[in-house]
């Protein structure tokens, strides 16, 4: 049943990726008024369908791939949807909305499942641990996003240069606060997940658990991020330096993902 959910929410998210176009460029509120309520009503047939996969599979982690890019679909358009709600600027359903159809459109074609093995899938803690990191990589990407997109429109500002390809952003500063919000947001949900994470190692491994290079890869970009914070808000770094320091810690996050192939305790895997 749920890849009826998920087609639908496929059709829905296409629609509204096709209407965020004219919507974000063209200044167009009828396109608008047709792109919103799509990206909501595809946001909850998203959630609907998620939740009945996971019940099929009995269980309320997302552990297949199928499932994870559902929920990491669904984490990008919740975030977007905060974004416009809070800040009122429509201008990043050109990003969000594609992003996510295009996380959901595999899942919605077939209901073959990859699953990870774990003795603690059915641990409330596990439940909170992935999804609050996936919520982690999906602010931190919007927040870079918002910082590429100011050093682009303060370039263009700065050398005078007319406004053609770029008049659909918002002003400078609201991209800023974008970028900050995302990236403490970010932070937050990174440490809760981290310390979820942390619990459940002190019951399954002990402390060896701790040595592994997963692991440590996790909290040594925790490190990067709270350095990253600190210098940002104590130097007001903007545009360029932003771009770079946001850059630097989804290339540490890339790395964490990829330590699963050396990881002896921490290893997706399929059966």
């Given amino acids: 049943m749920y890849l009826i959910w998920l087609r639908a929410a496929v059709f829905l998210y296409g ?15 009828t396109w608008k008024q047709l ?3 799509a990206a909501v009503g595809g946001f909850v047939l998203q959630m609907v369908a ?9 269980h309320w982690i997302p552990t297949g791939v199928h499932e994870v890019q559902v929920a990491l679909s669904l984490l990008v358009t919740l975030i977007f949807l905060f974004v416009w709600a809070a800040y009122r600027t429509f201008s990043f359903a050109v990003f969000a909305l594609p992003l996510s159809l295009l996380l959901t459109i595999v899942p919605a074609i077939s209901d073959q499942r990859y699953t990870f093995s774990s003795e603690h899938i ?58 900050q919000s995302l990236l403490i947001a970010g932070f937050l949900c990174m440490t809760a997940g981290l310390l979820a994470g942390s619990l459940i190692a002190q019951e399954r491994s002990g402390a060896r658990y701790f040595a592994d290079p997963k692991i440590l890869m996790s ?9 990253m914070i600190y210098v940002r808000r104590s130097t007001g770094f903007r545009g360029r330096r932003a771009v770079y320091l946001s850059s630097l810690i989804i290339l ?12 002896s305790v921490h290893r997706f895997s399929l059966p």
């Fill in 252 to 263: 540490a996050m890339i790395s964490v993902y990829a330590a699963n192939l050396v990881s």
């Fill in 219 to 227: 909290f040594v970009t925790w490190l990067l991020y709270v350095l």
């Fill in 15 to 29: 629609l509204a990726s096709v209407a965020a176009i004219p919507a974000v460029f063209g200044g167009k509120s």
């Fill in 35 to 37: 792109c919103l309520p």
């Fill in 50 to 58: 998620l939740v009945e996969m996971l019940t099929a599979a009995h």
């Fill in 122 to 179: 059915r641990s409330g803690w596990i439940f909170a641990h992935v999804f609050l990191l996936l919520a982690a990589y999906a602010a931190l990407f919007f927040s870079l996003l918002a910082s590429i997109l100011y050093q682009v429109e303060e370039h263009r500002l700065k050398n005078k240069r007319s406004p053609r390809l770029t008049e659909w952003l918002p002003p400078l500063d609201t991209m800023d606060r974008i970028a």
